[in-house]
């Protein structure tokens, strides 16, 4: 009998390498995919490849080999990967959603978050990466991997986000910000593959987004990971694995 394959992807100044921590302790084929302006390829100046309509085409061209497949997404890569299970139900077997959520519905608070998004690709492009990692890790919502990362831990993250294109950081944030992304919470009751809504427990804003998604999906599962914030598969990856691996297996 064939095992299903799980393909992951990560969130905004990740790349596929960053998901490491999860996708070695995930069980069967893994393909972990870079989405448009991060990890190692080329960077496009072309507003078309940083849409959500060109990352879902990413991610289907990506698995066209594999047939169906489980699907795993961090934050941004959440959001992709719930358009993907919407727009290709009879490809996706199973869904795994940390730190994610269906888009924002009320469109005063989206065009605010468009203008922020929109300013603040214009400074990463005028100050440069190494300003960007100081201000993006020092926001409230990574408060926690201050201290439930290691030393070493930290420094990798740090690298990993000095070693993005700038330009290519811009580019996502203007056509892929939480945003810039068409809403699809009026959509999740389609949903007809197992979905697991997984948040760390002390993540409180994503942890009340994940019971609210739950309430419209048919197969939801919420999986609140203990001693963890929004990057749960980085602060408690093994449990975060379990959490995937279950609702694959499901």
């Known amino acids: 009998m064939s095992t299903t394959a799980t393909l992951v992807l990560h969130g905004f100044t990740g790349s596929a390498a960053a998901m490491v921590p999860l996708t070695r302790r995930l069980p069967g084929p893994v393909l972990a995919l870079d989405l448009a302006g991060h990890g190692v390829g080329p960077i496009s100046d072309d507003p078309a490849d940083y849409t959500m309509a060109a990352a879902v085409a990413g991610v289907v061209d990506a698995a066209a080999h594999l047939g169906r497949f489980a699907l795993v997404g961090y934050s941004m890569g959440g959001r992709v990967a719930l358009h993907v299970a919407l727009a290709h139900p009879d490809r996706v077997v199973a869904l795994a959603l940390i730190g994610a959520r269906a888009g924002i519905d009320d469109p005063f608070e989206r065009a605010e978050r468009v203008a922020a998004d929109n300013a603040l690709a214009d400074r990463i492009e005028s100050e440069g990466i190494g300003w960007f990692t100081d201000h993006w890790s020092a926001q409230p919502l990574f408060a926690t991997q201050r ?104």
């Open 147 to 250: 201290t439930r990362l290691s030393p070493d831990q930290l420094a990798q993250l740090r690298a990993q986000r000095l070693a993005c294109d700038p330009r290519g950081l811009a580019h996502s944030l203007r056509g892929m910000g939480a945003g810039a992304v068409e809403p699809v919470g009026c959509h999740l009751g389609e949903l007809s593959m197992p979905c697991a809504l997984i948040a760390g427990a002390d993540d409180a804003k994503f942890a009340d987004i994940a019971r609210h998604m739950a309430v419209a999906i048919p197969q939801a599962t919420v999986c609140l990971i203990p001693d963890a914030g929004h990057a749960a598969h980085l602060e408690a990856p093994c449990a975060t694995a379990a959490a995937v691996a279950q609702c694959v297996s499901s």
